[in-house]
């Protein structure tokens, strides 16, 4: 069991710094220039140059890559350009919330999903069989921002039982 841990462990490091790379390759490959939003409508190149100087923008991509990583590694995020923020800070302010929505989906999934599963092995080859089959692709086919959007049209427009946005805590009452 530990050297199967341990190989996990293995391929997750190459893996993670590639798909690290990637993103940050393809964040550098976006059209635009976010400094100048940052430096405000008289776009001064004063400004601009000072915040290239902080972002480090004006070093190789190499080094802009490395830099980063070596602070992630550290627990620094950088921050945000939107806010200012710290990002860690961001995340922790947003992790309760994604922890309660991931349970709460993955405790309906298993509560759906197994039923559908046990009846459509036990009425395999029936109509009930095929179409518990066919539910089950098509909810695996449709993309989720279509289907996300098509259930808050049916239970907040239609039904009224949730508001369209907003959060609020499981726990709150």
Do not use: H
């Not at 391929?11 to 939003?37: E, M, N």
């Not at 008289?42 to 890559?65: H, K, N, S, W």
Request: glycine content about 8%; proline content about 6%.
């Amino acid at each position: 069991m530990l050297a199967l841990i341990g190989r996990r462990v293995l391929i997750a490091i190459p893996t993670l710094f590639l798909v690290s790379l990637f993103v940050f390759a393809l964040q550098r490959a976006l059209p635009g220039d976010p400094f100048l939003v940052i430096a405000g409508e008289e776009r001064d190149p004063e400004v601009i140059a000072r915040l290239r100087e902080i972002y480090r923008m004006d070093d190789p991509i190499v080094v802009q890559f490395f830099a980063w990583l070596g602070q992630v590694v550290q627990g620094d995020f950088g921050r945000s350009l939107r806010t200012g923020e710290p990002v860690l800070n961001l995340i922790l302010q947003k992790l309760p919330v994604t922890i309660q929505l991931a349970t709460a989906s993955i405790i309906i999934a298993i509560g759906i999903g197994i039923p559908a599963g046990i009846l459509a092995a036990r009425r395999k080859g029936t109509m009930i069989g095929y179409s518990t089959s066919a539910l089950a692709l098509s909810g695996l086919s449709i993309p989720n921002f279509w289907l996300g959007i098509m259930l808050i049209l049916l239970f907040s427009v239609e039904l009224k039982l949730l508001p369209p946005s907003g959060y609020e805590s499981i726990f709150s009452n």
